[in-house]
């Protein structure tokens, strides 16, 4: 018996910039279902990118996804008693979200500051291909790299 289709949710686009990665962001950084405090952080995190930047911080955001986006991943597949890591191509979706989820804990990792500091910051280091979460897919495709000879496990 064939399984029911998996019903695919875009979030509505966010108040002020419209934009649906935005409203994505914005759900990722939100804790225990309080989105007013999410929103606080993104949009005060915005701000401070346009402030420092002098540039739109839709782009700064945009081009920080777009370097911090992995194309490979390695999940753990088991055989026969042995757990290899196996390089697998990450598609679409999946890709912007791995990138939102390394800048939120890349971000959330520095101590010290407000969060919307701290996001501003990481955004912009990202921007340039620099900081924790372009290091973090860096390591991921090394590793995928590594484990190359086992992509003939890939399911």
Do not use: C
């Not at 018996?1 to 962001?25: H, S, T």
């Not at 999946?94 to 939120?104: E, K, N």
Request: hydrophobic content about 40%; aromatic content about 6%.
């Amino acid at each position: 018996m064939k399984r029911k289709k998996k019903v695919k949710r875009i979030p509505q686009p966010d108040i002020v910039y419209n934009n649906v990665m935005v409203a994505k962001l914005i759900n990722q950084v939100m804790r225990r279902g309080k989105k007013t405090i999410a929103r606080k952080i993104v949009y005060g995190a915005f701000d401070i990118i346009k402030e420092k930047t002098n540039q739109s911080s839709l782009e700064i955001f945009e081009k920080a996804i777009k370097n911090t986006s992995p194309l490979l991943e390695i999940k753990p597949k088991r055989v026969g008693g042995a757990t290899y890591q196996v390089p697998r191509e990450v598609k679409g979706d999946r890709m912007v979200t791995l990138a939102m989820r390394w800048i939120i804990e890349a971000a959330k990792s520095k101590k010290g500051r407000p969060m919307k500091e701290k996001l501003a910051e990481e955004l912009i280091l990202a921007s340039k291909n620099e900081g924790s979460a372009v290091k973090k897919k860096e390591n991921t495709h090394r590793m995928a790299e590594a484990n190359r000879a086992f992509a003939h496990f890939a399911w």
